[in-house]
């Protein structure tokens, strides 16, 4: 979905309010309740050459469109033209798969800074603060930045995005339309609107804002392929099929509606088939990083099917392309998934351990990135070591996630660590304690699971049948998805109340 939302900033910072420190909240709020004063317009760029500015513009272009390759290569071209161009090497920091160049642009964006304006210092210093875990920092100069240009509809959307991968949809929605009022048929900000809405489950209004953005963009493949997911997230999959189509008849090489088509078919059931779209996928990615995780998806099929040894297999050999590719974020991710569908808890624990030694060993890969991934793996730790009876193991794990979600503000973190207690919890037997924690994880159909379970014994017959219906219209082609909701659908047609 993130490929679709065009993130232009893989930013990650949300607590609940009482967990958050006192300079950090107050950072957030200052978001929250932005109203903009009538100034300067927009952020300038410090661009010596015409042809890397050109090139710059158009890179920004193509990526809201997601042609994310092309974007890349232009932002390269970019900053080859002018060196010193710190926002070039910025957005390819923030946009490449490849570990060893985020962190090799971020350290030249970091060397340009005395070089640039002051909005394009702030821009540099929030995207520093993030990727280093400064986050209040980070945050303070995003809050900075806005203030300076307010009508700038570009930066608009890029803090909208930023709270809608926050989950703070009503907020984001607020952005968008503020970029709408400068520009009403700004795609980006139409494109975000759509899922805004669709991520809270309204789709009467979701559909309506991506009929605009295919108008705005007509002759463009990624409002087609927005819309097909749109009513894929709907249930509408014969719908997402035909956009999906509409996306490639208008340009056969745009292989994310590819990929979608493959995702549609799997959550339809029609695994075979879905191998056999995800193969034309992968055949036609742009990158390595892309190819493994189309490769990924495909494995999933297996998973989804219960054949759990030819899953292994799968992803096994994708794992073994990963290391091969220097791709260490995608091998530890692969070990992850791995860990959670197996049926011997004490195996699943040996792919934890492997996917937290490449985690450990991964030093190019940017420190939120590792913290994040390790937190859910030790988020499966607790959950498969308690599974495997070994309580002082699940309740070590449980400690060092605790530990970094406090040590931190990492939105994954602070996931992967409230699902861990509540899980552990259910353990134990203490369902009440068990729902707080679970609530935080509420996109998570593990999570999801586990909290219809506690409501059910709790006495909640209600929201237990709510969460329940929640999770069966679930329609997200992720592990957690293959893993549980499958399974739940096929149990509630052998079993019909």
Known sequence: ????????????????????????????????????????????????????????????????????????????????????????????????????????????????????????????????????????????????????????????????????????????????????????????????????YALTRDYKNAIPAMERYVAALPGAPNPQDSYAEILRLSGDFAGALEHYQAALKIDPKFVYSQLGIGDTYALMGEEPRARLEYAKAVAGAETDADRVEFEMQSAMTYVRERNYAQADTAFAAVASEAHSLKLPFHEAEIHRFMATYQPDPLTALKHLQQAETVLTQATSVPKSDRDEELGRVLRWRVVRAGDAGDQSAADQAMQQLQAMAAKGHSHAVHHSCEAALGARLMQQGKYAEAIPHLQEDHDNAFSMKLLSDAYMRTGATSEAEAESKLLRTMHTPTMDQAVVVLPGRDHLAENPQ
């Not at 107050?26 to 903009?36: G, K, M, P, S, V």
């Not at 930023?162 to 980006?188: C, N, R, S, T, V």
Request: proline share 6%; with cysteine; charged share 25%.
């Open 1 to 196: 979905m993130q490929r679709r939302l065009g993130v232009l900033l893989l930013l990650f910072l949300t607590f609940p309010a009482a967990a958050q420190p006192a300079n950090l909240r107050t950072e957030l709020q200052r978001i929250r309740h932005f109203r903009h004063p009538h100034r300067r317009t927009t952020l300038p760029l410090t661009v010596h050459s015409k042809r890397a500015r050109l090139l710059f513009q158009q890179g920004m272009n193509d990526f809201v469109n997601l042609e994310t390759a092309k974007a890349l290569d232009e932002w390269r071209q970019s900053a080859k033209r002018d060196p010193n161009f710190a926002l070039a090497h910025i957005f390819i920091c923030f946009n490449s798969k490849d570990p060893a160049e985020q962190t090799a642009e971020l350290a030249k964006a970091k060397a340009r800074e005395p070089h640039a304006t002051k909005g394009e210092r702030l821009l540099i210093r929030w995207v520093e603060g993030v990727r280093e875990n400064n986050y209040v920092a980070g945050i303070q100069a995003m809050n900075d930045l806005v203030d300076l240009y307010p009508l700038d509809k570009q930066l608009l959307y890029v803090v909208g995005n930023w709270l809608l991968l926050q989950e703070g949809y009503d907020q984001a929605h607020k952005f968008m339309e503020q970029a709408l009022a400068i520009d009403p048929k700004y795609p980006p900000a139409l494109n975000d609107l759509g899922y805004a």
